[in-house]
């Protein structure tokens, strides 16, 4: 994608345990422009907070969208 000039930036979800020196090596040469790590274990808390802290999960979402809906 980068040598075709398309814009386009991935961003990587679950590189949780990915060997640092593969990131440090390999990512900047590719397409994959940003690697989030512990995608699992956040989605894990928000599943949570849904079913068993629905107002704590509630206000976190209020101020999320508060915070960012512009953006």
């Known amino acids: 994608m980068r040598k075709e000039n ?3 930036r991935i961003a990587q979800h679950g ?3 990915t060997p640092i020196e593969l ?3 390999q990512f900047p040469r590719g397409d994959v422009l940003k690697g ?3 995608t699992f274990w956040q989605n894990l808390v928000w599943d949570i907070l849904k079913v ?4 704590l999960y509630a206000k976190i979402q209020k101020w999320v969208l ?3 809906a512009t953006e």
Do not use: A, P, R, S
């Open 6 to 8: 398309l814009g386009v």
């Open 15 to 17: 590189i949780t345990g």
């Open 23 to 25: 990131i440090v090596t």
């Open 36 to 38: 989030n790590v512990g």
């Open 52 to 55: 068993y802290e629905i107002e």
């Open 66 to 68: 508060k915070k960012y």
